[in-house]
């Protein structure tokens, strides 16, 4: 028997101001290794806000089709796919907030972190810099 992997946070609808989305159910911290650049001039891959892994023959996957908050845990410059972009969005393509400042929850809706840099002169991140220090919440 194939293992179902079912996320379901899509259950508020009509007028989002009248059903807010104020409480985190879940959350899932952000891999550093994915949202670094490594070699200069290389791209990140991104994560995205929710792991489904791969499906097999006989899986059901519920697409996540809302998107998570963000807490920030340290200062930096973030890119993401917003909950209204299309879910093949490209780095290029993305929005990137500046300046963010650690311990800031971002009243934002993303599907993916594609990158995290450090603000201004300041020296590049490692992996380890950021890794779990970015954590979506929905």
């Not at 993303?110 to 779990?132: H, L, M, N, R, Y």
Request: net charge negative.
């Amino acid at each position: 028997m194939a293992d179902i992997t079912n996320i379901d946070i899509d259950g508020l609808s009509g007028n989002e101001a009248a059903q807010p989305r104020v409480f985190a159910h879940s959350v899932n911290p952000i891999t550093g290794v994915n949202i670094v650049s490594g070699e200069p001039g290389s791209d990140p891959i991104g994560q995205q806000v929710v792991e489904t892994g791969i499906p097999t023959t006989g899986d059901s996957v519920s697409v996540l089709s809302r998107g998570a908050c963000l807490y920030v845990g340290v200062s930096c410059n973030i890119t993401v796919v917003m909950e209204g972009q299309p879910a093949d969005t490209s780095l290029a393509k993305s929005v990137t907030f500046y300046g963010v400042t650690a311990g800031s929850f971002l009243p934002i809706l993303v599907t993916k972190v594609w990158q995290v840099t450090s603000i201004g002169e300041a020296e590049p991140f490692t992996a380890a810099d950021v890794d779990k220090r970015i954590i979506a919440l929905f």
